[in-house]
């Protein structure tokens, strides 16, 4: 509930800015919210070939967003968070004493600030295109409880694994109006970011693991997007997305002993793909 409430003040928040700054001169602000369903893959490397662990969630995300524009120059602000996590659950009998019954989720939260600038305003044949830069930052969560019962002796295994990235990005889009229905748009990016796998195993038997492993990151995306006018200043898009995040680790920090260890370039590779499609409103002040 708590968290629910810090969301709805966050949104109430965005459009009380929005109507403070639609006063400025010259400035226009558009509050928007967009709902995405996404659908994600996580690929393990260790020496060159895979480990064995193929996460595939599926979940949704809200994401309110706060638009200005003056000029050619433009800012975006956004955060986005699950609001439908993706929850699986399995039963395993290993033989008529043995099972084992897993539940899993798994959740992500993004934000990010974008800045742009319109290098070219658009001619009868060509529409504008756009340069843009900005950060960001996000966190993709994955959980798994496993209940082992070995003939009646009953113990359980906590897995907890966070990607996180964070860094800048620069992209490009461009866009094009068809008549009066609507405009469509593509656009393309590339970030460099640092990126940081926390992993934490721990289970009934006492064992456990608790390691951060550190790396460099490269994010490429590529989307498509259709805007329209509902009424007045009221507009909708809806659009399609692509990201890949690479993962290469170069160090490993243990949290129980202390240790640090360097890992050579290109022995645990990580690899993070994020599908969307998506639908919103935003209105213009």
């Given at each position: 509930m708590?968290?629910?409430?810090?969301?709805?003040?966050?949104?109430?928040?965005?459009?009380?800015?929005?109507?403070?700054a639609s006063a400025a001169e010259q400035l226009t602000v558009a509050p928007g919210i967009d709902l995405s369903f996404k659908s994600s893959s996580f690929d393990f490397q260790i020496g060159g070939g895979s480990n064995g662990i193929s996460l595939?969630?599926?979940?949704?995300?809200?994401?309110?967003?706060?638009?200005?524009?003056?000029?050619r120059f433009y800012g975006v602000a956004a955060y986005e968070f699950t609001v439908n996590d993706w929850n699986s659950e399995g039963l395993e009998v290993n033989s008529p004493t043995d099972s084992t019954l897993t539940q899993e989720t798994f959740e992500r939260n993004e934000t990010s600030l974008t800045l742009g600038y319109r290098v070219f305003e658009g001619s009868r044949l060509f529409g504008?295109?756009?340069?843009?830069?900005?950060?960001?930052?996000?966190?993709?969560?994955?959980?798994?409880?496993?209940?082992?019962?070995?003939?009646?002796?009953?113990?359980?295994?906590a897995i907890s694994v966070d990607f996180k990235e964070d860094g800048f990005f620069l992209g490009a889009n461009y866009s094009h109006s068809i008549g009066n229905k609507g405009t469509l748009s593509v656009s393309a990016a590339y970030g460099a970011l640092d990126g940081l796998f926390q992993d934490v195993e721990t289970s009934g038997g006492g064992d456990s693991i608790y390691q951060d492993l550190f790396s460099k990151s490269t994010g490429l995306s590529a989307g498509v997007a259709w805007n329209g006018t509902i009424s007045g200043n009221m507009n909708y898009r809806v659009g399609m997305k692509y990201i890949n995040?690479?993962?290469?680790?170069?160090?490993?920090?243990?949290?129980?002993?202390?240790?640090?260890?360097?890992?050579?370039?290109?022995?645990?590779?990580?690899?993070?793909?994020?599908?969307?499609?998506?639908?919103?409103?935003?209105?213009?002040?």
């Open positions: 708590k968290k629910i409430t810090g969301h709805i003040v966050l949104v109430a928040g965005l459009l009380l800015v929005s109507v403070a595939k969630p599926s979940y949704t995300t809200l994401t309110p967003s706060l638009a200005m524009n003056r000029g504008p295109v756009s340069i843009f830069g900005g950060y960001l930052r996000g966190t993709s969560g994955w959980h798994s409880l496993a209940f082992n019962d070995n003939a009646g002796v009953v113990s359980i295994e995040y690479s993962f290469d680790v170069d160090k490993i920090e243990d949290k129980i002993d202390g240790s640090v260890s360097t890992v050579p370039s290109g022995q645990i590779k990580i690899k993070e793909s994020i599908y969307s499609f998506y639908f919103g409103v935003v209105n213009y002040f």
